[in-house]
């Protein structure tokens, strides 16, 4: 006969097994784990060397370019061709912006981007055009990324314009004295009560502290420079423990000789 001392002493060690068995079920249905936010990197470059090692590194799902880091490669070089290749480097996302400021213009330029690159996601200027052009594309389905967003209420009025993603600029706040970090805590906050569907890329990133701001506020992606992004991998205590593995291993191999 079970004494109640010893039930007392079991019952609570079957409850939280169980409670973990129900933890694992839950987090691993596919249903559930949709809400699950894991922030994705980008790369935010045009240079194709830089996209070469991205992708090799494995972790990177996606791109964004912008007129200025285009600007920044061989002026020689055809434009549309490097994007293609770009893509096909690293696949996943990629986000191609207009130079359009109109409404029109800028439906007009996404059609002849999508010609030639099916899977582009259309980067639209935060201007009320630019909106305009969004919630057209949003009825046609097409992809777009607002970008150049710097306030909630700018955010909030992208969402409703239907864009895919809204990039949030960090770098460029902080340039101006305004806390990146808050802004952008401010658009998470908002975005769990309104449940946006548009994805935030937090973009402007111009040091590893910007990536783990974005990623405690809960931005659904980081957009980081190739330099920030290596820079982010690194830690001094990292390079100084590797290399006491490597010697001591090297010791070892050569006492045994
Ligand atoms: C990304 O979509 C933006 O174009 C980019 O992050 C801007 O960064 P910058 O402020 O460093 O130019």
Redesign the pocket.
């Known amino acids: 006969m079970i004494q109640y001392s010893t039930l007392h002493f079991i019952f609570p060690h079957c409850i939280y097994i169980l409670k973990i068995g129900f933890y694992c079920v839950i987090y691993k249905h596919p249903l559930i784990h949709l809400y699950i936010i894991i922030m994705e990197l980008y790369v935010?470059t045009a240079n194709i060397e830089q996209i070469r090692h991205c992708a090799a590194l494995g972790f990177v799902s996606g791109v964004?370019?912008?007129p200025?880091?285009l600007a920044q490669e061989d002026p020689t070089i055809d434009v549309k061709q490097l994007l293609l290749d770009i893509h096909k480097t690293i696949g996943g996302h990629i986000?191609i912006?207009v130079i359009s400021t109109k409404k029109e213009g800028i439906i007009k330029e996404a059609s002849e981007i999508l010609e030639w690159c099916p899977e582009a996601t259309i980067?639209i200027p935060m201007i009320a055009e630019g909106l305009a052009a969004c919630s057209e594309l949003a009825k046609r389905e097409i992809p777009t990324?607002v970008?150049?967003v710097f306030s909630p209420s700018q955010a909030i009025a992208a969402a409703n314009a239907g864009a895919t993603y809204v990039?949030v600029?960090l770098?460029?706040l902080d340039d101006i004295g305004v806390s990146s970090r808050e802004v952008l805590e401010q658009i998470c906050e908002i975005w769990d009560v309104q449940q946006y569907d548009s994805l935030i890329?937090a973009?402007?990133?111009?040091h590893p502290m910007h990536i783990i701001d974005s990623a405690a506020a809960g931005a659904h992606i980081a957009?980081i420079?190739y330099k920030v992004l290596l820079q982010s991998l690194e830690h001094p205590l990292t390079t100084s423990g590797l290399d006491r593995f490597l010697a001591d291993n090297a010791k070892r191999l050569a006492a045994k000789k």
Do not use: H, Q, Y
């Open positions: 935010d964004t370019t912008n200025s880091l986000s912006e980067k990324n970008t150049l990039s600029f770098g460029r890329i973009a402007s990133i111009r957009t420079p």
